[in-house]
Every structure is written in C-alpha cells, then in structure tokens.
C-alpha cells in the first residue's frame, strides 16, 4: 500500500531530514526502511541516501545534502515522498513561489471558511499545464484515495491574474469534509482531467474511510388501471406533488382522430402567443421603469444591451460611459457608485477585437471621499494604440468583471 509524507523544508535546507512514524489508517503499520534506498523523482532522476533510527525518529542522513545541492533549489520548498514497502521512494519537489518548466502539479494550502466556494490556482501551473490561454474550462477532478475514488465536475474562471476553481469546488468541500490550512496536492493528469490529494497537519495523507452515499432521487411511477369498453386510462403518479395525470386512449391506440389534433393544437398556438405577448410587454415595462429610475439617480447610460449593435460584445446588463483617455483611468464618482465598486477588486479591460489586459480597480481617497482608479491603465493604452485626448466608451459588464474599450476610429 502506497504511503505518503509531505512537509515543508526551510532554506537553507538542513543537512539530515526527519521522517515521521508512519500509520496509515487503511493499512496495518508501516515504517520507513533503515539503511540504504533509493529517492527517485518522476524523470527518473535517482540518488542514493541513508536513513536510520536514531531514538526513535527516523531521517535521511547521507546523500541528503547532494540531493539538494543537484535539484538546485534556492527558497523555500514544499516536498511529498510516495513510499511503498520493497519500492523505491518517490519524492516530488514544489518550490513556494515558482514552477520547474515541466511542472504539471500545484502543491499548496487550502483556504476553507465559512461561505468560501473557491480555491486560488496560481497562473503558472495551468500555463506550464498547457492552458496558455485559458479563460475558462470545465475539468474533471478526482480525488483517488478513497475505496471508491470521488470525482466531480469542477469550473476554472480567470479572476484578475490568477485562477480559481469555482462552481462545483464546495462539493469537494463537503464530499471530503476538508478544513482549513491543509495541504494539497493538485496533478494535471490528462486533457481536462485533475487529481487532487490532500495532507494533515502531521504530514500524513489523508484518506476516505468510506464514500458518503448521496440519496436517490425521487421516482416517477406508471400504474396501469383496468380496461373499460370506451378504452384504457394511463395514470402517472408523482410521489412529489401527488398529481395524477389522465391519458385517454382508444382502443385502437389513437389518442384523437384528425381534427381533433388541429384544433387542439391551434388553441396552444393562441394561447401561447397570448403569454408570450403578455411576457414581453412586463418585460418591456421592467426594462423601462429600470432605465428611467437610472436615469433619475445619476448622468450615466445603462443598457440592458439588447440592440443588434452590441451583439458582438455581449447581450448581459452593463454600464456604459465616455471617457477622454489620460495617462489615468479615473471613474465617474457617477458611474463608480452605480457599479457598487466599494473596494480593490480584479478587472480585466477588453477591446473590441476580444483581447484581454487584466488590472485591478484601486480604491483611493481623495479629500475624504472614495475614487477608483484602474492600475496600469497606461499600458493598456500603449499596448493598444489609443491616442491621449481621445474619446473612449466604456462598457462595464458586472457579472463578468470586465470592461470593454471602444475608442475612437473602431
């Protein structure tokens, strides 16, 4: 059986490392082997080390200090040793601010609180995991060390720089009953296909006992009723709402003759227009009373964005206002409150050939009132080739965190 330790190695790096006893709650006892073993790393890498029993602690003594001097490593690291007994010993190495080139896993502290339904990936390990250009992707996650492995469906979203895993991610939360300040290992494994396991406060894996059962969902069931001379009835049951449905059916099987279908399918026809059409004008009075009482409380436009010109934008609710470019990006004290910015958040500025600058929007003061500023809004102008003094329309998306840039000339 597989075991495994993780821990945290200061710099510079002691000269013996101490192992932990082992106990390993899916198997009997297990210790490390004494005397000469092998450290290898998953490019096959290989050095020869030592460890021994000394008052009851186990370390790796001789070999320790090439291994570190050949892994050249010059900070802080996170390491794993996969040990299984008549084997050699697997070690995986994280440095805490960087990523080897061919890194395809992340190794790093979850953050579980209440309310918290996402987990921090830094940018580096799904660029060196070959998603360059990542946006947003769906993925598979597993988490093998269980009887039966766990696996769920699990959304990654860009926020500002960095990466999350968002919807789905407070699932693995409660499937796991994971808490706050455990390590974890995340591996990239295939396509869209991650595995993620995770270590206790000693170092020791962490393993399922056994899956918790999600219960079954409600059941739809058909009783048959008896036949009757005019034909036989059908009746579904839902054990939820305790409605009982009528099919009338002949005895030939034809639920209606001909005429019968076109006229009732003429009164859907009606009846249908007449909702929609009931539909579209609340909608229409909605959008109307909510444009006008914008309108009221401050100068700035808001869209529902609906018209065919913006369909190559966006078709989501958004904010909108005209700027005259400068070296700094400041809001309209208007358009700032309108937007309900009220702290440092992650932006990203988008043109309108799609292209994506991620900044952040700065809360500053100024004469004791709150003003937002846009970080390093002077690159994003340089970088695109808008001209100082020109006009530019802003188009503020909420639900995407992102603002779109339509300067003159586009």
């Not at 297990?30 to 009851?56: C, Y």
């Not at 570190?68 to 996969?82: K, V």
């Not at 069931?221 to 709402?241: K, P, R, T």
């Not at 700027?323 to 208007?334: C, E, H, M, Q």
Request: aromatic share 12%; glycine share 6%.
């Amino acid at each position: 059986m597989l075991n495994a330790f993780s821990t945290e190695c200061p710099w510079p790096c002691p000269l013996q490392l101490q192992l932990p006893h082992y106990y390993d709650l899916m198997v009997s006892h297990a210790n490390w082997p004494s005397g000469k073993t092998i450290i290898e790393t998953l490019d096959m890498f290989q050095w020869e080390v030592t460890i021994s029993l000394v008052d009851g602690k186990y370390y790796i003594v001789e070999g320790w200090k090439t291994l570190i001097s050949q892994i050249l490593i010059n900070e802080p690291f996170f390491i794993i040793f996969d040990y299984e007994k008549g084997s050699n010993i697997t070690m995986y190495i994280c440095p805490k601010t960087r990523f080897f080139v061919d890194s395809i896993m992340y190794y790093g502290k979850l953050f579980v609180s209440d309310g918290q339904n996402a987990q921090v990936l830094p940018e580096g390990f799904l660029r060196n995991c070959n998603y360059k250009f990542l946006y947003e992707l769906d993925i598979t996650l597993t988490f093998p060390k269980a009887p039966e492995p766990y696996t769920w469906k699990v959304h990654i979203s860009r926020v500002g720089t960095g990466y999350r895993f968002t919807d789905g991610w407070n699932l693995v939360l409660q499937d796991l009953d994971l808490y706050d300040g455990m390590l974890m290992l995340i591996s990239n494994t295939g396509p869209i296909d991650f595995e993620l396991r995770c270590f206790l406060d000693d170092g020791l894996e962490y393993f399922m006992e056994q899956p918790q059962k999600k219960p079954d969902p409600p059941e739809i069931v058909f009783i048959e009723s008896d036949s009757s001379e005019h034909g036989m009835e059908d009746v579904a049951l839902n054990d939820q709402e305790n409605e009982v449905g009528v099919v009338n059916v002949d005895e030939h099987g034809d639920m209606f003759d001909e005429m019968e279908v076109f006229e009732e399918a003429a009164n859907d026809e009606a009846v249908g227009e007449t909702a929609e059409a009931a539909v579209g004008d609340q909608h229409e009075e909605a959008v109307g009373e909510q444009h006008e009482l914008a309108e009221i409380e401050v100068n700035v436009d808001v869209n529902t964005n609906t018209d065919d010109e913006w369909e190559e934008i966006d078709e989501d609710y958004h904010l909108s206002c005209e700027i005259t470019v400068s070296k700094r990006l400041r809001f309209p004290a208007d358009f700032a409150r309108t937007a309900n910015f009220t702290k440092d958040q992650p932006i990203d500025l988008r043109t309108i050939a799609g292209d994506v600058f991620p900044t952040v929007i700065r809360k500053e003061l100024s004469e004791g009132k709150p003003r937002f500023t846009v970080s390093r809004w002077d690159k994003f102008v340089q970088a695109n080739g808008i001209q100082r003094g020109s006009n530019c329309l802003l188009l503020y998306y909420p639900h995407d965190s992102e603002v779109v840039v339509i300067h003159d000339g586009e």
